[in-house]
Each structure stands twice: as C-alpha cells, then as structure tokens.
C-alpha cells in the first residue's frame, strides 16, 4: 500500500505530477477564471493546501475543529491575490512531502484509527491508511479541474510534460 500510495503523491504510472501540475503556473494564469469555471487554480490550490493540513493534524492526533459549512476551506474573493499564488504552491509541495512521509510510516500507524472530528468520520473509515488515500483522492479530483483550467487557458501540459490524449 505504501508503495501505491507514494506513486499516486509524487505522480508515477498513470497519475499526473501533482506539483508539476501547478508549479510553472504563472500568478497571473493562477488566479483567472475562465467562463464556466467556478474556481481558478489559485482557489483550488488553497482548497487542496487546507484539506491535506487538516488531514496531516488529524493523522497526528491533533486535529482542528471540523469545519461547519463547506465554505471555510475556500478563500474568500479577498483572498485571491496574486501575490499569494507563489506561497500556496510552496506549501502544496511542503504538504506533499509530509503526506509522503506519513506513507513511509510503519503498518501500525498505518492502521491507526484518526481522531473522529464529525458524524461522517464516525460512519466510515477513519484510520491513518484511509485517510491517506482520501487524501489522494481529493487532490487527484481536484488536480483534474487544474488540468481542465489549464487547457482552457492554452497552458496545458507542464513544463515538466504532461498528457495531452
């Protein structure tokens, strides 16, 4: 599991780079929003960058309150600066490499249960493994919509190489 999951975070196989993804952005790019999109790459980057800190504190048995309504971890319009773009994507990668140390993690912590926060962590699976790929899977949802942002905007693939079927 350790290994599929630290493939999926640093973006072997079929699973985009994550930070390739955003990292060659520039912050202009980063905080437009092209018609149709709800989002621009510079929400959805903090969005990512509040749930994996989250996540990482609840794997550490020191969680934050559980947000009440969806909205807390979206930034508000005053938020989107683009001189905040640069920090985000840096602590995205920060982020990631903590994540990927969490993998590294024995199998016992691997199986330890997380502090449940709120009713939907006491219905489903809430130990360190299930959240790790929860994790991912939210970043890959998410790092979709960037790749969809992207193309709209002609700044698709990365830098670093991308797929384009």
Not at 98 to 116: F, I, Q, Y
Request: proline share 7%.
């Amino acid at each position: 599991m350790e290994r599929v999951a630290l493939e999926l975070i640093e973006g072997r196989g079929a699973h985009a780079d994550p930070l390739a993804c955003i990292e060659d952005v520039p912050a202009e790019l980063a905080t437009r929003k092209p018609p149709g999109f709800e989002h621009s790459i510079l929400e959805i980057v903090a969005h990512l960058n509040c749930w994996m800190r989250y996540d990482l504190k609840r794997m550490r048995g020191s969680p934050d309150p559980y947000p009440e309504h969806a909205a807390e971890s979206w930034l508000s319009p005053e938020g989107v600066l683009v001189g905040r773009w640069p920090e985000e994507v840096e602590r995205f990668g920060e982020l990631l490499q903590e994540l990927a140390e969490v993998c590294r993690s024995d199998v016992r912590t691997w199986l330890t249960e997380a502090p449940a926060m709120c009713v939907g962590h006491q219905r489903n699976a809430s130990s360190i493994g299930a959240m790790i790929f929860q994790s991912i899977t939210h970043n890959s949802y998410h790092l979709g919509q960037i790749v969809d942002l992207r193309r709209a905007m002609g700044a698709w693939p990365p830098g670093k190489g991308g797929d384009t079927w």
